[in-house]
């Protein structure tokens, strides 16, 4: 039943035509700052692609595990975040974060979101991003 579930949030959060359907999966990153940027990209069969200053040691999900994603993102209410939030008091040389879910694409400039900190977090622990 869990299972069926996870399937049920992953095909409604999934773009179905058109131009967006080009953006599915997932991909989050960092930009800007005095830090290297990198982009690290999961495709709806769980390839995992990156770009830039990053390590990951898991290069493929399962589909479980992509459906728990997106049942984080769901939960977390990821389709709601303001497309771009900068936080009170963060420096301008700190680096934003990005995650993007299907085509939705929200970027956050320090720490004050606790809801997109939690999926990013699981985008992290899931493709064991490295140091």
């Known amino acids: 039943m869990r299972v069926l579930v996870a399937l049920v949030v992953l095909a ?17 990153g960092r930009a800007g700052g005095n830090i290297m940027p990198f982009t690290v990209s999961i495709s709806n069969d769980g390839v995992v692609h990156t770009t830039g200053a990053v390590t990951v040691r898991r290069q493929k999900l399962t589909l479980l595990q992509i459906a728990a994603l997106n049942r984080v993102a769901a939960t977390n209410g990821f389709s ?12 301008p040389d700190v680096a934003a974060t990005f995650v993007r879910v299907g085509a939705r694409k929200v970027q956050v400039h320090g720490a004050c979101v606790a809801a997109y900190q939690r999926v990013w977090t699981a985008l992290a622990h899931a493709v064991k991003l490295g140091p």
């Open 12 to 28: 409604a959060l999934l773009p179905s035509t058109g131009s967006a359907a080009a953006k599915r999966g997932f991909a989050f």
């Open 80 to 91: 709601a975040m303001p497309a771009a939030t900068n936080c009170p008091g963060t420096l």
